[in-house]
């Protein structure tokens, strides 16, 4: 019978034994290590945003920045609502792809077109709905969503950067 | 089945610039509201122009032979984006399908998700292989 042991090297039981990626939970202060601190403030600013953002929503602080104030309808506010759900699911899943280090950038990317969209439907509706009257509201507002967006794509260039070095 | 997909995804965006056309020239498109007018009209400029700029770049770069798995992962995204404003919120303020194209429109439109879905999984093993 011949001896299964002899045939595997070191190298290769190394190889077994470490993790495939996507499948390695590393954490995301272990994944925010890893990257520059450019990414990590841009993270958490980015976190730190959508925390107030929800804390605003709920105590009714940003009701006087949204269309629906400016508009009046009903349906303005239910699409801030959904995508308000869609921006919270956006954070969910870049928050698994960096806690996984799984195609963080390409997640990255997709948002940050999401939020383009976000931001130029947002500013046609403020543009359409009467900005004049209520000209710092809606700069107030698409201020925050160009910053968004702005720090999306600060974190894909720092990204990039990264696997370029590696 | 990837390129019958393309074509269903090529298709449904002539379908949309038909009826993109339809409502900008025709006044038979008239939705509840002053409001939803401007609504209907504001999205109507803006998703044409996506439509538009994803058809092309996605032709663009299936000319140069270049990677397009992340194109269609965004434009799959964007889509369904929009099916999910529109079946949440917009459809009962902008209008209802008479008119042959957008009941086409709203018939084909799961199929074009499905398809463009397909397309994008399927994109990111071609784009490996």
Redesign the interface.
Known sequence: MPDDKSNVTQEELDSLQRPSPGTDLTGIRSALERRSKRFKYCWLTLMGITLSYLIAYFVGLIDPFMPAAATGLVVDNQLHQVRFLLAFVMVTVGTTALSFDWRVEEIFVISAWVQAYFVVTAMVRQWRSGADEALLPSIAMLSILLTIFSLLITLIIEERKRKTDL | MYKTCIAVCYSFAILLLALFALIVSDSGFTPASN??A??LQ??T??RIW?VIAGALVFAWKVNRKEPRG?TV??LT??AW?MF??DF???DS?LFVAEHPVARAVVITRPIFLAALSYVALQQWELDIA
Do not use: P, R
């Open positions: 409001s939803g401007f609504l504001d999205l400029a803006i996506i992340l992962t965004v995204v964007l984006i999910l404003e949440m919120v917009l303020i």
